[in-house]
């Protein structure tokens, strides 16, 4: 129940994609893939998601799942355009309509907008097993980030999304709309209630001070040892005063506005108008 994990790191946003797969199957899912934007001229690029579609055929693999932990909030997710190239399904957290209810009032979605998660081939409910080619796979609801946060739990490989950073940098922001601090207190806890030796998978690094290379692949044991937020000993009142001091002083990620409008539909650009262009909405001193 080893997984082949291959990382893709995009650092213009800091993000780390993976190709996970079953090493006796050759069945594969691809993890919070990236989609390259730029946002100065509003134009869209397959690079990143070329470079995992090359690694897919390197390696003779069969896509099964295309999964994003959570409504990104620094980068467009690049699964439709893998999809069609690689086929797959997919899947994200059951409460993305959570998250779908609230962005789609913030940013005023056409009438037409699915709040139900249509957009979404699957949408996992907390503690659902699902494999990846032989191997046994749980989808763990971890709210907190968002509402929708899920951390995927394939073989003996953990895939934490934003919940956690390397033990050095600590833990994700919560001061999104419908974040909150206790809860991904708890969602933490229960990610670092896993055997020790599991490895967690961050989705970003920024490297901490004083580290000069870029790292996003710790164990539990490591993490309840040393991680500056929520290491054994710091308990739910403790971390969410620090959580609260710490959001207060953050700026919005700088592809925000985009991603989120992006990722709320399945990662599908918002539908053109009669030109034929599609646009994004910037919401005026509203976030």
């Known amino acids: 129940m080893t997984p082949t994990v291959h990382a893709f790191f995009d650092e213009p946003t800091f993000t780390v994609s993976y190709l996970v797969c079953d090493p006796e199957t050759r069945r594969a899912a691809i993890i919070d893939s990236v989609l390259d934007y730029e946002p100065h001229g509003a134009r869209t690029a397959t690079v990143s998601a070329d470079r995992i579609i090359a690694a897919v055929r390197e390696h003779g693999l069969s896509v099964e799942w295309l999964l994003e932990t959570h409504v990104h909030a620094d980068h467009l997710t690049a699964a439709p355009y893998l999809k069609a190239q690689l086929g797959g399904r997919i899947a994200t957290g059951f409460n993305v309509v ?3 209810a609230t962005l789609g009032d913030l940013f005023g979605a056409e009438p037409g907008f699915d709040r139900t998660g249509g957009q979404f081939d699957h949408r996992f409910n907390d503690d659902e097993v699902f494999a990846v080619g032989g191997m046994r796979a749980c989808a763990l609801h971890t709210p907190g980030h968002t509402p929708a946060c899920m951390t995927f739990l394939i073989g003996d490989a953990a895939f934490v999304g934003d919940t ?4 050095d940098y600590g833990t ?8 909150d601090a206790r809860q991904l207190y708890r969602s933490i806890r229960r990610v670092l209630a896993l055997p020790d030796q599991t490895r967690l998978f961050m989705c970003h ?12 692949e710790t164990t539990v044991a490591a993490q309840r040892a040393g991680n500056l937020h929520v290491r054994d000993g710091i308990d739910e009142d403790a971390f969410v005063e620090m959580r609260a001091s710490r ?3 953050l700026s919005m990620p700088r592809l ?3 991603s989120v409008q992006v990722n709320m539909r399945g990662g599908a650009l918002p539908p053109a108008e009669a030109n034929g262009i599609s646009y994004l909405k910037i919401p005026i001193n509203a976030l």
């Open 205 to 216: 690094d920024y490297k901490a001070p004083g580290r000069d290379v870029f790292a996003w």
């Open 247 to 249: 959001d207060q002083g």
């Open 256 to 258: 925000f506005i985009p």
């Open 98 to 100: 959570a998250v779908q």
């Open 172 to 179: 994700a922001r919560c001061d999104f709309p419908g974040g």
């Open 164 to 167: 956690l950073f390397m033990p």
